[in-house]
């Protein structure tokens, strides 16, 4: 009876067992962490120009599989194949190449990672890129950049015994001369040396100074450095400096536009490009000691290059740069920890990368961009006579063409070029064909009757769009043509 009795028990025991729940297994939180850095990358060494960073920290020890894969998921390189890892941090870098040592080809990638142990596997994946991002893909060669490196000559902004700002801004701005033109760009750039740009010494402001003491800022060497990129047309004018400050406890990475310009949208656009990509490079190089602070895009109306026009003085700007532009202060020359960082090629050319992937984005999107070419064209008319004006017209924005119009205006000739923003008086316009897609290029004729008194003028070259509260694309930062022209009685 005893034994029935215990028989019957543990059957009801292993019912109650058997129809309670089992506890769910843990999920598997090994991966604290795990980021893609640096990439794109480059050095001077084309057998290693390409690389990521990957970085991944474990709560706890695992099995690591680390692998490099096409979109698709086919296997291009292990980075770690089964090794048990610690707990903690580990890095690994990525240099471009397969498991065979052939060098892969430039575009996109998947970093993935699966770690095994007690508790099951936890898996992350995260995409990556070898090379650098075509800037403008469907057409480059239309594409102006000016690199405008800070200072120079006597010139030497933020310095200390060991580092000297003019130096760090040429060689940064070099660097980002070398993407640019491996993109296919066209580069023009302010200084390739160590000089100033305004000489021999002109007064190029019509201030009646020429240059300022030294302790003020030069304005007719800057206005040297606008009208280089005002000139060549240029879609995006990079102006880029480092910091300096007389407290070493003062340091972040920030970046100024024009906030009182008509392209001031464009150039906020581009300037937080810029300064995100500058603070995601510069974390690759963060440590136990230092991390990058990110001090956002600042309004930069107190710098000369970034102001609107005015002919008022002291500070007369006739000529204010046309595009939209930046100012960068990457790093402090100050600052013991990012001096040291400055002192390095390799956060040198990481700085010229940022600028490279900020300008590439910003062209990537913008709606609107034009590049002129004068095929064409009177430079002497009797006054209130007519001629033909040919133009090369490429898209060089994002939107295809519908019902643009090119229009020729007219205004007194200025020393240089107008730098007023005045769209001046109709002279003849035309029609740009609806459906010229971007990168693509068209010829217009227009038809254009020269103003009815003699004298002498800049015919500007603009495009306009309909229904939009800014309806020229000089407005936008698209640099209009101008050419001269004379009217005879």
Known sequence: MIRRSIRVLLAVAALVLAAAPVPAAAANDTIAAFRVVASPFTSDNVSTRHAAGIRLNQVRGAYVNLTIEQPGGAVVRHLANGDWLAAGGHRWAWFGRDDSGAIAPDGDYVA?????????????????????PPIYAVNPGAITVLINPGHGGASTGAATKTLTEKFVNL?????????????????????????????????????GIIGRPPHEEDWDELQARVDIGNEARADVHIFNHNNGAGCRCVRYTETFTGMQRPWTPEGVTLATFVEAAQIEQLDTFTSATWAPIDHGVRDGRRYFTLSPYTLSTPRRIPRPTLQPALLTESLFVSDPLDRELLRRPAVREALAIAMYLGIGEYLSTRDYGIHYELVSGPSQLPAGGSADYRLRI?????????????????????????GSGSIGDLIGSAPVPDGLAPGASTEIVVHAQAPPNSGEWLVKADVGIPGSDRPYLSERGVVPLQVPLATVP
Do not use: C, F, H
């Open 171 to 207: 060689d940064i701005g070099l660097r980002l001369r070398r993407l640019l033109e491996a993109a296919g760009v066209r580069v023009v750039m302010t200084r390739t040396t160590d000089t100033k740009v305004n000489v021999p010494p002109v007064d190029l402001n019509g201030d």
């Open 394 to 418: 490429t898209n060089t924005g994002n939107l295809t063409s519908s019902d643009w119009q090119l229009r020729l205006g007219s205004v007194a000739r200025v020393d240089y070029y107008d």
């Open 112 to 132: 993935r990672v699966v770690v095994s142990n007690g508790l099951g596997t936890d898996e992350r994946t995260l995409p990556l890129r070898k090379g650098m």
